[in-house]
């Protein structure tokens, strides 16, 4: 092994193109959230695999495991569009793989091309996001369909600049859906890539806090040469963080480069920092979200105070808009947080006022 100290990249991406070619092998993969902001810190210097043989190795092994357990995804088949893809790598970012299938299924059947869903009211994006959490990205993912429709003639742009340029994608969108869309060979760096590269190579039991330039030269080195295989390398990698070399409990004995691992030879050493959690019971995402539950069960503007009454007292039906009022109601959020939620949701755009009410974007 040797120590790999060299400046490949400027590494201001979280992800980018490595070739321009446009041939279309599929391979979607289940991700989590991206790192998309690089400060000018670096980690510890990696140590690659010291002979091109080594690394063609672990591009097999990591491959070969793949091919034998690669979950069976519809953005993974063969016949899914780069619409389809690129909505999977939106939704897929902070959230799993299990909550995001029904509603991608769904955003499929309802909204199969860009000019289907620009064609309906930002709204409705976020009613039909359910409960995946971060409406914000139905917005943009509207507004990717309206900039796809109207500048790029219906079509996703295989371009990594072009996807670059939609609305809410940034660097790792677009070299996934550039990979995994359009056959690509693009270095795809998302959390669950960056934890195998820090423990397979590097050495740490996690990746830094914030993705840094180092990690991705340590990606652009470790990426196949050979186009198809850099795609299925993306895909194998992120599905080996997504399964086996997971963030609380490894399942090292499973994993097809346990040999070759750099923490486990390093006596598998502990984190140096630890992950924050997501807090949820009584925060302001939570209140949030109650609202936005009234809000998409709404077929009609929601008076303020309905949000901080019960709707037993409204006189609602228990039915309809009055289950998720109900819900939001048994939080008993104080009225301040009541408020911030709701003057939160309009400054971000996922409600607006309308004839004294709250409603989806129109
Ligand atoms: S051996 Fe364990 S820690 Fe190392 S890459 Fe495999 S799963 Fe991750």
């Known amino acids: 092994m040797l120590i790999d100290d060299r400046d490949l990249n400027s590494g201001r991406d979280a ?7 446009r041939s279309r092998a599929k391979q979607s ?14 980690v510890a210097s990696p140590a690659l695999p010291a002979e091109p043989g080594e690394l063609a190795t672990m591009h097999r092994d990591v491959t070969s495991w793949f091919s034998g357990i690669a979950r069976d995804l ?3 088949s063969a016949d899914c569009s780069a619409w389809g893809i690129l909505v999977s790598e939106v939704m897929l970012q902070q959230t799993p793989v299990v909550r995001v299938l029904p509603v ?43 900039a796809i429709r109207d500048e ?24 996934a859906v550039a990979a995994f869309a359009f056959g690509q060979r693009t270095t795809v760096v998302d959390t669950n890539i960056r934890r195998v590269h820090a423990r397979l190579i590097s050495g740490l ?30 895909a194998a990698v992120m599905e080996l963080g997504a399964l086996v070399c997971t963030a609380r409990a490894p399942k090292c004995q499973e994993c097809p480069v346990r040999p070759s691992c750099a923490w486990l030879a390093a006596g598998e050493p502990p984190p140096t920092y630890t992950p924050k959690g997501q807090a949820w019971h009584g925060t302001d995402r939570q209140v ?26 409204l006189g609602f039906a228990p039915d309809g808009v009055a289950i998720p009022l109900a819900a939001l109601h048994r939080l008993n ?28 974007p129109a």
């Open 29 to 42: 993969a289940a991700s989590a959230a991206p790192a998309a902001v690089i400060p000018p810190a670096v």
């Open 104 to 146: 991608w299924q769904d955003w499929m059947e309802r909204w199969p091309t860009p000019a289907d869903l620009a064609s309906e009211a930002p709204g409705e994006a976020v009613r039909h996001w359910g409960r995946l959490g971060y409406p914000r990205r139905a917005l943009r993912l509207h507004a990717a369909a309206v």
């Open 74 to 76: 519809p953005w993974r």
């Open 333 to 360: 959020p104080a009225p301040e947080q009541l408020e911030r939620a709701l003057d939160g949701l309009l400054a971000d755009g996922l409600a607006e006022e309308h004839d004294g009410g709250l409603r989806l």
């Open 15 to 21: 992800a980018r193109p490595n070739s321009a070619s």
């Open 288 to 313: 949030r979200g109650a609202v936005m539950a009234v809000l998409r069960s709404a077929s009609s503007p929601v008076i303020r105070e309905a949000f901080g009454t019960s709707p037993a007292d």
């Open 205 to 234: 039991a996690l990746p830094s806090q914030s993705l840094a330039a180092a990690e991705m030269r340590l990606a652009d080195s470790l990426l196949p040469q050979d186009q198809e295989l850099s795609v299925r390398w993306n």
């Open 152 to 175: 790029h003639n219906g079509e996703v742009p295989a371009d990594f600049d072009h996807l670059l340029g939609l609305p809410g994608v940034g660097s790792y969108t677009a070299a």
